[in-house]
């Protein structure tokens, strides 16, 4: 079974400043999937960035970059000069040899002017 | 592309009565799958269709919860005798693998509110 734990129910942050917004794991598969996705209030779920468990390069992408743990099972998000439009609702998931996804609870982000 | 859509956005219904949603997924996406997500949580899998067979199912998914692709293209999700703690929002996402396992793309889901 897997599991995924954000412990951080609500996060802010000042525009242009730096957060990172944290999550564990667990799992008994050898090969798996990490994601964070952003739901917006009142919008449909997008993904953020993905991490391929066997890849020790962290992701990236432009202001969004992973610190992926593997043997602490961790997977934390940085968002990098956050922007109004980074407000949202961040959910980390996980996807092993079913191809179903196994999300936290989420963490909620607020961005200050 | 098209995203995946769903219909209808919202729906409000008394308890004891069927509904059923519907889902399209992006064209050529040949995974479809359905999550359940109540307030304040993370979206819970339901179940999941390769073209038109459906491979997997949780425990979530009473006898009460059916859900088709018949053609492999768009899906239903049919929930019949509703009860108040079916109100949720009914999420679908689609795929298309190309490799083990590939990136879910979600449609904007049903909010169900069953008075």
């Known amino acids: 079974a897997q599991t995924v734990t954000q412990s951080q129910p609500e996060m802010s942050v000042q525009e242009a400043e730096t957060v990172t917004l944290s999550c564990t794991y667990d799992?008994?598969?050898?090969?798996?999937?990490l994601f964070w996705y952003k739901q917006p209030p009142s919008r449909q779920m997008i993904l953020v960035i993905r991490?391929?468990?066997?890849?020790?390069q962290n992701a990236t992408e432009n202001r969004f970059s992973v610190n992926f743990q593997k043997a602490a099972k961790s997977f934390s998000l940085k968002i990098s000069d956050s922007q109004l439009g980074d407000a949202a609702m961040y959910f980390c998931?996980?996807?092993?040899?079913?191809?179903?996804?196994?999300f936290g609870k989420g963490t909620k982000l607020t961005v200050n002017p | 592309d098209t995203g995946v859509s769903q219909d209808p956005r919202h729906k409000i219904t008394k308890r004891g009565q069927n509904v059923t949603f519907r889902c399209d997924p992006i064209s050529e996406h040949n995974r479809l799958y359905w999550y359940r997500q109540t307030l304040g949580q993370g979206p819970e899998f339901l179940t999941y269709?390769?073209?038109?067979?459906?491979?997997?199912k949780s425990r979530l998914l009473s006898d009460r919860f059916s859900a088709e692709r018949p053609k492999g293209s768009f899906s239903t999700l049919e929930i019949q005798r509703t009860e108040q703690g079916d109100s949720a929002m009914y999420l679908c996402?689609?795929?298309?693998?190309?490799?083990?396992?590939?990136?879910?793309?979600f449609g904007p889901g049903t909010r169900l509110l069953v008075l």
């Open positions: 269709f390769q073209n038109e067979a459906q491979l997997e």
């Open positions: 998931a996980t996807q092993g040899g079913s191809e179903k996804l196994v």
């Open positions: 799992t008994s598969e050898s090969d798996y999937y």
């Open positions: 996402a689609s795929s298309h693998p190309r490799g083990l396992q590939e990136t879910q793309y």
């Open positions: 991490q391929e468990a066997y890849k020790q």
